[in-house]
C-alpha cells in the first residue's frame, strides 16, 4: 500500500519525465554560472577585439585556461606576440616564393 506522498512523488516524477523529454535539466545555479562565464567570455573577447589581439574565440580561451592555470600572464603574452610574428614571417616568405609571381619595380 502506497501512501500519499508516494503517489504524489510518483505522479510529480512523471510529469517532469514529460515536461523534459526524461533527461536530466542542469540545476538552475549552475545554469546561471554558465550563462554568467558565456558573458564574461564575450565580454572578453570584445575587450581582445578592441585591443587588436588578432586572438580567435579558441585562442583566447586557451590563454585564459592558461592563466587560470598559472601560467605569467606577460610571459604569455610575449610568446602569443612572437608566434604570431613568426607566421606573419613565415606567410610573407611563402608568398614570396609563389611560382608564376611576377615583381613589377620601376
Do not use: W, Y
Not at 13 to 35: C, F, I
Not at 78 to 92: A, D, I, S, Y
Amino acid at each position: 500500500m502506497q501512501t500519499a506522498s508516494g503517489k504524489f512523488k510518483k505522479k510529480f516524477d512523471k510529469l517532469v519525465q514529460s515536461k523534459t523529454g526524461n533527461r536530466a535539466s542542469m540545476p538552475e545555479p549552475v545554469n546561471h554560472q554558465v550563462n554568467a562565464a558565456r558573458k564574461t567570455f564575450l565580454t572578453l573577447h570584445q575587450i581582445s577585439k578592441l585591443l587588436n589581439t588578432n586572438l580567435d574565440p579558441a585562442t583566447l580561451s586557451i590563454c585564459v585556461r592558461l592563466c587560470e592555470n598559472g601560467v605569467n600572464p606577460q610571459a604569455l603574452a610575449t610568446v602569443v606576440k612572437e608566434l604570431q610574428r613568426e607566421v606573419k614571417v613565415l606567410g610573407n616568405a611563402q608568398s614570396d616564393s609563389t611560382p608564376g609571381k611576377t615583381n613589377f619595380t620601376k
